[in-house]
């Protein structure tokens, strides 16, 4: 009669446990180099939205800042600084990003069809010109493309120019 050895399953059961228990402790050492390595989080390079988002149409967007520039516009909560930026497509890969704050009015804007309009009626192109050259532009921020995704420097703000 053939007897068979029966399985060790305890000893499997350990060695599974262990194992577990090496790769967690592992995971615990490596993560605080993770963010060692990240850069830190700053205004000069905050992602917005979607490229292909802002391609469809022109968006509102509201923001949470790190930190307060004095920027038109901004609301400050408790610790919190926000701001609401108009994003657009001003080309194949150009994107601009002006802020959502009327500098005649001192009201913020909305969206029409092909421009945005303060709470007096003054116009903007989505880029940030005036429809009326009396009128001044609104604030722009340099704006890019990484991996997909609009990113701006709130950090320099200027005026947009005219194409």
Not at 93 to 102: E, G, I, L, Q, R
Not at 123 to 139: H, M, N, Q
Request: net charge negative.
């Amino acid at each position: 009669m053939d007897r068979r050895d029966p399985l060790p399953v305890r000893r499997s059961i350990v060695a599974g446990l262990l194992a577990a228990a090496a790769v967690g402790g592992l995971l615990l050492l490596v993560r605080p180099f993770i963010f060692s390595f990240a850069p830190p989080l700053s205004d000069a390079n905050y992602t917005i939205a979607s490229a292909a988002a802002v391609r469809n149409g022109p968006a509102l967007i509201e923001i949470v800042l790190n930190e307060s520039h004095d920027l038109p516009g901004e609301v400050h909560r408790d610790e919190a600084v926000g701001l609401t930026v108009v994003v657009s497509a001003v080309g194949t890969d150009a994107f601009a990003v002006v802020d959502a704050w009327s500098p005649t009015n001192h009201c913020a804007l909305t969206l029409a069809a092909d421009r945005v309009v303060d709470c007096a009626g003054d116009t903007w192109t989505f880029d940030g010109i005036p429809i009326d050259p009396a009128d001044p532009p609104l604030l722009a921020f340099p704006s890019t493309v990484n991996n997909g995704a609009v990113v701006a420097d709130f950090t320099r703000p200027s005026s947009p120019r005219a194409s």
